[in-house]
T-cell receptor, first 114, second 113 residues
Framework: NAGVTQTPKFRILKIGQSMTLQCAQDMNHNYMYWYRQDPGMGLKLIYYSVGAGITDKGEVPNGYNVSRSTTEDFPLRLELAAPSQTSVYFC?????????????FGEGSWLTVV | GQQLNQSPQSMFIQEGEDVSMNCTSSSIFNTWLWYKQDPGEGPVLLIALYKAGELTSNGRLTAQFGITRKDSFLNISASIPSDVGIYFCAGLGNTGTASKLTFGTGTRLQVTL
């Protein structure tokens, strides 16, 4: 029952450093997403992918990059970390099956940029 | 972008009481989803609604897709301590792709004994 798995759970970065948040799903879902959640706010879409080799920008893509080389994996990269990127990051996936576009989330990655 | 107004922002209730929260939008949605987020965890899907007027239950939870397709509500009956958390509504727009899922800002629920 792994579902959507994110790593790391917690990370502290210095301004200007780079890092990659890993995300993997074992449900054979075509769609995968990265959201960020700022304190007291809802989730905002950073990037999404409709299948291996296809990615597109969401609502707040600046400062991030993604790739989708396999159906299972969808890593999110921060190239030059900034304090504004301090947030909780959620990876998610969904299928276009009978249940429609319901989305399943990972447990989150807490990122602090200092 | 589309805006979802979720209310109330927070609620403090006693165990056993019923709870009601709602979301309204300036735009029409094709799907409404309700999620619960526990501290330190990701959102977990509670109920999905796909048709205007649809009323769906999941245990003590009941949600409805508004007739105008611009609103939805979630009711929790006979609340218990484990209902504590943040409840999010999310709406899927006319594009039919989950990339256009819009989230509300959440309702924080506290249950006292």
């Amino acid at each position: 029952n792994a579902g959507v798995t994110q790593t790391p759970k917690f990370r502290i970065l210095k301004i200007g450093q780079s890092m990659t948040l890993q995300c993997a799903q074992d449900m054979n879902h075509n769609y995968m997403y990265w959201y960020r959640q700022d304190p007291g706010m809802g989730l905002k879409l950073i990037y999404y992918s409709v299948g291996a080799g296809i990615t597109d920008k969401g609502e707040v893509p600046n400062g991030y990059n993604v790739s989708r080389s396999t159906t299972e994996d969808f890593p999110l990269r921060l190239e030059l970390a900034a304090p504004s990127q301090t947030s909780v990051y959620f990876c998610a996936s969904s299928s276009l099956g009978v249940s429609g576009n319901t989305i399943y989330f990972g447990e989150g990655s807490w990122l602090t940029v200092v | 972008g589309q805006q979802l107004n979720q209310s109330p922002q927070s609620m403090f209730i006693q165990e056993g009481e019923d709870v009601s929260m709602n979301c309204t939008s300036s735009s029409i949605f094709n799907t409404w989803l309700w999620y619960k987020q526990d501290p330190g965890e990701g959102p977990v899907l509670l109920i999905a609604l796909y048709k205007a007027g649809e009323l769906t239950s999941n245990g003590r939870l009941t949600a409805q897709f508004g007739i105008t397709r611009k609103d939805s509500f979630l009711n929790i009956s006979a609340s218990i301590p484990s209902d504590v958390g943040i409840y999010f509504c999310a709406g899927l727009g006319n594009t039919g792709t989950a990339s256009k899922l819009t989230f509300g800002t959440g309702t924080r629920l506290q249950v006292t004994l």
